[in-house]
């Protein structure tokens, strides 16, 4: 594996100073020695011309956030990321390679959960380039790679985790979203490292049922939140009808037998689990008639 290592250009003002000055000394001799007809001279004095303006090819700029990965007949030479103008062997290959965070926004993927229902699920990835050596050699265009490894990870995601959950003990994509987002930036991420790319934030942007079962999922997901809704009472019911039958024994207030017991589980658990609110009957007599 090929790993970043820093380039030390040299100045841009200085050689461009130095390389103008010795252009233009070389013209002066050169102007010199045509006035006294030596060839020779001119000879000499014309190839530094050449050379001078040869070498001024090697100026470039970097910008901020930046880096030039600069090559020498196909060898890696280093990258340049101090910013201005530089200079360098004017043989070297220099390729621009950007380090400012970018947002990669995935098109809306068509896939299945855990539990073969079709979704439709896009995600946002916030990420730079971090080794500017890998991100060019070691995969063909890191962008490209960047974009479909992404979205091969996000598949992966999806395919991991239930749509929804109504059991708090399992992690659903609509309901841990945190927990969610976490995998993925941490698959994305392990995808990416060999291209020189951190991942620094991998969000979900869009979840949905695919359109051909999507009616008939939101009367199911109604119907498991009913349910679910419906078990939450009847167990908080359960418990207060314990403590009631446990602070009444306790206490002293009234000793009931176990049919009178049952009778009034019967009624507290009426009054709590309707969907109503109860109309009570009050019995003038005692509770035997």
Same mark, same amino acid.
């Given at each position: ?41 001119? %000879?000499?004095?014309?190839? *530094? ?6 070498? &001024?090819? /090697? +100026?470039?700029?970097? !910008? @901020?956030?930046?880096?030039? %990965?600069?090559?020498?007949? *196909? ?6 990321? &101090?910013? /201005? +103008?530089?200079?360098? !062997? @004017? ?199």
């Amino acid at each position: 594996m090929i790993r970043e290592r820093e380039y030390a250009a040299m100045s841009g003002w200085t050689a461009l100073v130095i390389l103008l000055a010795a252009a233009a000394l070389s013209l002066w001799q050169m102007a010199a020695n045509i006035k006294a007809d030596n060839v020779g001279l001119i %000879v000499t004095w014309a190839i *530094g011309v050449a050379l001078s303006l040869l070498l &001024l090819v /090697g +100026l470039f700029m970097v !910008n @901020p956030n930046e880096g030039k %990965v600069l090559q020498l007949f *196909g060898a890696y030479k280093g990258t340049a990321k &101090l910013q /201005g +103008l530089r200079w360098a !062997n @004017p043989f070297l290959a220099k390729k621009k390679v950007s380090l400012r965070v970018r947002n990669f926004e995935s098109s809306h993927l068509k896939v299945n959960d855990i539990d073969g229902n079709p979704i439709e699920i896009a995600a946002v990835v916030v990420w730079k380039v971090v080794e500017t050596a890998e991100a060019v050699f070691e995969v063909d265009d890191y962008e490209h790679f960047m974009k479909v490894q992404s979205e091969a990870a996000l598949r992966n995601l999806a395919t991991s985790y239930a749509y929804d959950a109504h059991d708090d003990a399992h992690v659903s994509l609509r309901g841990h979203t945190n927990a969610v987002a976490d995998h993925l930036k941490r698959e994305i991420q392990e995808r990416l490292t060999k291209a020189g790319v951190q991942v620094m934030e991998a969000r979900i942007s869009h979840l949905a049922y695919a359109p051909e079962i999507a009616a008939a999922m939101l009367q199911r997901q109604q119907a498991g939140a009913i349910i679910a809704a419906r078990q939450r009472i009847v167990e908080g019911a359960v418990g207060m009808v314990e403590m009631a039958l446990t602070m009444l024994s306790h206490k002293g207030i009234v000793s009931l037998d176990e049919e009178r017991k049952a009778a009034m589980v019967s009624n507290l658990l009426v009054v709590l689990c309707g969907e109503r609110g109860a109309q009570p009957i009050v019995n003038t007599g005692t509770i035997y008639q």
